[in-house]
């Protein structure tokens, strides 16, 4: 979800601080948590400023250090499932991963995996009227 705007932040400790209601009312007002409206309060009070926290990321993926490996691992054989990948990876730098790991990895990197068809293409008889 995107952050409140600075305008709507200073506009709500205004509202406040010119006692134009109370913490829930200035939440109706302005439709927003009242939650969010004390928080809002409590960190302007501490810390004198309206701005959004920093996002806090995410977890670094198993394969962030291994990224050269999965590419030499495509590169050797893009044939390979994403099971035999994933076995492969474990054998060559011993990190144990699902495939929807993999696949996420791959997608990200934008490597595709061609698989060639295991039969030739079916020919057309020659006597057939299609």
């Known amino acids: 979800m995107k952050a409140y705007s600075l305008d709507l932040r200073q506009k709500i400790i205004d509202a406040y601080t010119n006692h134009e ?6 939440a109706q007002r302005f439709k927003v948590a009242k939650s969010f409206v004390q928080k809002l309060l409590k960190r302007y009070r501490e810390e004198g400023t309206l701005e959004a926290k920093a996002h806090g990321g995410g977890f670094a993926s198993k394969l962030a ?4 490996v999965v590419q030499q691992l495509v590169a050797e054989d893009n044939d ?15 990190v144990r991963v699902s495939q929807s790991t993999l696949c996420r990895e791959l997608q990200q990197l934008k490597l595709t995996r061609k698989k060639s068809p295991s039969m030739p293409p079916k020919q057309k008889p020659s006597g057939c009227k299609i």
């Open 21 to 26: 209601g109370s913490i829930r009312q200035v």
């Open 65 to 68: 250090q291994h990224l050269e």
């Open 80 to 94: 390979a499932t994403l099971a035999e990948l994933c076995k492969a990876l474990e054998q060559r730098s011993g």
